[in-house]
């Protein structure tokens, strides 16, 4: 990315762990979302209740998060938001016991930072399907998601991030879990790299609140 947001959570829902959407955080099914700051809610949600008093008094919208929208829709499940902005897929991964605990399903995101910082595509696909591996090796289901469009980021980006996401749907396959198509769900088909109007923000990088809603309809529980 030219640009990407970078506030670090100490840990994952060390302030609030649930999502502050529909759900009561403890009814239905325990739902993990592990992922960077698509996962957060960035730029107007932060599952750290300092980070959100931080972005300025009436700016925080719990509705900027695809966890809050998701609750709404599937009803019975409660979402724990472990997103923390600006983390690699190696990062993430090292809060992946912590953000799992009591969890019944896990939905694990991220790889965008890792092409920002000059990973490649197929070391940020290995540490998603490690996540992927270790989740069904704990007895949780499982489901990933691909890398939403990226209108700010480098041009020549683009496509790293269309064979990060052909990575992980070929790691979907592999390991029988579902893959949200967000990607497909905000992108301009006529426009690579693109998003359709109304979908990222004015940073060019994160969803509106418009956008977490729309990427919250391909989330099924696996």
């Known amino acids: 990315m ?4 970078a506030i670090t959570l100490a840990a994952c829902g060390e302030e609030e762990s649930s999502s502050g959407g529909g759900g009561d955080g403890q009814g239905g099914t325990k739902v993990a979302a592990l992922g960077d700051s698509i996962t957060a809610g960035a730029p107007l ?3 750290d209740k300092a980070t959100r008093d931080s972005l300025g008094e009436g700016v925080a919208d719990e509705k900027s998060q695809y966890e809050y929208w998701a609750e709404q829709r599937l009803g019975d499940a409660s979402f724990k938001n472990c997103g923390v902005s600006g983390q ?4 993430i991964a090292a809060r992946f016991d912590e953000c799992t605990k009591g969890a019944e399903v896990v939905i694990v995101q991220g790889g965008a930072n890792d092409l920002n910082q000059g990973k490649s595509p197929e070391s940020a696909a290995q540490n998603l399907q490690a996540m ?5 090796d704990r007895g949780l289901r499982v489901a990933t998601t691909e890398l939403v469009p990226w209108p ?6 683009t496509p790293n991030v269309q064979k990060l996401n052909e990575l992980i749907a070929q790691i979907g396959e592999e390991e029988d879990v579902p893959v949200f198509a967000w990607n497909e769900a905000l992108a301009d088909p006529g426009q690579p790299g693109q998003a359709r109007p109304g979908m990222i923000g004015d940073d060019q990088i994160h969803p509106t609140v418009e956008g977490y809603k729309r990427i919250a309809e391909e989330v099924e529980l696996p």
């Open 2 to 5: 030219a640009v990407v947001v």
């Open 45 to 47: 949600w932060d599952p």
């Open 88 to 91: 690699r897929t190696d990062e």
């Open 132 to 136: 992927i591996k270790k989740g069904k």
């Open 152 to 157: 700010g980021g480098d041009p020549d980006q």
